[in-house]
């Protein structure tokens, strides 16, 4: 079955599925809020639509090492900011799919006006920024750690960007800042596969196993500096992206 769906001509299907079923999953989110609420729409339909659309990609998901997560995590009774390397453009809507909890993502204001993508990302908790200024940013990221200590988890990329070598790129601060100002744990997370999905350069989405590596929690507070902290972290990610690549 991989050899097939390896084809050019199925892979032009299938990315051209998803393309026309991403606005469609999203006016059902928009329509089921009336019934469910807008978050648990967005929750119920938006992992439905990642994991079928993948699914048909012929993409197999792999998560390992989430159960030696403290349960108050697993539960969703700690909220965590999630911090994970950057292969693909499909690493957002897949992680939405994959991970066995929800955990939002941060945008650029910009995203929400986007009919009907950014109306139903609003719905399910997605943190807008405004980069407009400093002073709007400074004030974003105060109101974006007040809503991770709400009990939001976030998925950040701490590099800024996708890889365009499949090397891990240097990382920002910006995802640190607001660790530690939300006070909560940082998960990091190894992905491997997603470059093989999409390679930079590419518009078709190629067959593929994308594995997610889990690690331990890292308390912000443990460490005397910011520098260090990212140092850590950025030693762990590089360590469960190798795991992740050699499960392929």
Not at 58 to 64: F, I
Not at 128 to 152: H, L, P, T, Y
Request: aromatic share 10%; proline share 8%.
């Amino acid at each position: 079955m991989r050899g097939w769906k390896s084809s050019w001509p199925w892979r032009v299907v299938v990315t051209a599925w998803g393309l026309v079923t991403l606005p469609l999953a999203a006016v059902a989110i928009i329509l089921g809020a009336a019934f469910l609420g807008p978050k648990r729409s967005f929750w119920t339909f938006a992992p439905l639509w990642s994991r079928s659309v993948f699914g048909f990609f012929g993409m197999h998901n792999v998560v390992l090492g989430w159960e030696a997560l403290p349960e108050e995590i697993r539960e969703q009774r700690q909220p965590v900011v999630f911090m994970a390397n950057h292969e693909s453009i499909l690493d957002p809507p897949v992680l939405m799919g994959a991970l066995p909890i929800p955990a939002v993502y941060i945008s650029k204001k910009e995203l929400k006006w986007m009919v009907p993508v950014g109306w139903a990302a609003a719905m399910g908790g997605t943190i807008f920024i405004d980069r407009s200024n400093r002073e709007k940013a400074v004030a974003s990221i105060a109101e974006a750690a007040r809503q991770i200590r709400g009990g939001k988890s976030v998925v950040i990329f701490p590099e800024g960007t996708r890889t365009r070598t499949g090397d891990l790129l240097p990382f920002k601060k910006g995802g640190f800042a607001l660790a530690q100002d939300a006070g909560t744990p940082i998960v990091p997370l190894g992905i491997g596969g997603a470059y093989t999905m999409l390679p930079p350069g590419s518009l078709l989405v190629r067959p593929c196993t994308y594995v997610i590596a889990v690690g331990a929690p890292v308390d912000p507070a443990a460490y005397d500096n910011r520098e260090e902290l990212m140092a850590e972290v950025r030693a762990r990610i590089a360590n469960l992206r190798e795991q992740a690549h050699e499960r392929l």
